[in-house]
C-alpha cells in the first residue's frame, strides 16, 4: 500500500471527509472510505501486537483491527468517553482492499473541505512525523488533520517487528 494515494479533491477543488476528534486533534478521512461508524465493540487484545493495531473487533461477523491513532501521533492513551465510536473505513493494504476499525474519542459531521483552505505539511516545526499527515486544512475554528493513513499502517509492522495488517 502506499500513500501516493493523493487527496482525491475533485474538479471543483473540494473534498467531502467525515471529521472526528483523536485526543484534543480534529482528523478527517475521506468519506469515500468511511463504511460505517459504530458504538464501542468489545475488543480483544492481540498478544505482540503492534500497539497501533493491538485488538481485534467482530464487525458483522468478520473479524477487523482496530487502529488507534493516538500511537502514531504520539498521544497518550485515554480511556473511552460516551462520545467515543469507531469508524470503520475500507482501505488497501498489501494490494487487498481491507477493514479497519479507527477508534475516535468523538464523530462531528460530514464535511465539504476547499483545496484553497489546505496545505502540506511543513518541512520543520510538526510534533509528528511528516509522512503521517497529507494535508492540513484551515477551518474556522481549528485546523483539520488529513492523516497519511497507508503510511501510518505501513509505519508499523516494521517499526515494531510485526507482520502485514492484511489478514
Known amino acids: 500500500m502506499t500513500d501516493t494515494q493523493k487527496t482525491r479533491w475533485d474538479e471543483h477543488g473540494n473534498l467531502e471527509v467525515l471529521t472526528f476528534d483523536v485526543g484534543s486533534e480534529c482528523l478527517a478521512i475521506e468519506a469515500t472510505d468511511i463504511r460505517e461508524i459504530v458504538d464501542l465493540l468489545p475488543e480483544t487484545r492481540v498478544p505482540g501486537a503492534a500497539p497501533l493495531v493491538a485488538s481485534i473487533v467482530n464487525y458483522r461477523g468478520k473479524i477487523i483491527p482496530i487502529a ?24 488497501q493494504i498489501d494490494g487487498e482492499m481491507t477493514h479497519i476499525g479507527l477508534r475516535t474519542d468523538k464523530v462531528h459531521e460530514v464535511a465539504m473541505l476547499s483545496r484553497s483552505d489546505s496545505s502540506d505539511p511543513p518541512q520543520v516545526g ?10 492540513f486544512v484551515r477551518q474556522a475554528d481549528g485546523v483539520i488533520v488529513l492523516p497519511a493513513l497507508s503510511a501510518i499502517f505501513e509505519a508499523a509492522p516494521r517499526q515494531l517487528g510485526g507482520g502485514s495488517l492484511a489478514a
Do not use: H, K, Y
Not at 497518550?76 to 465510536?85: E, F, G, L, N, V
Not at 510538526?126 to 494535508?135: A, D, I, P, T
Open 126 to 135: 510538526l510534533r509528528w512525523r511528516r509522512e503521517f499527515v497529507r494535508e
Open 68 to 91: 488507534d491513532l493516538r500511537v502514531a501521533f504520539g498521544m497518550a492513551i485515554t480511556p473511552p468517553t460516551p462520545d467515543s465510536r469507531i469508524v470503520v473505513i475500507e482501505t
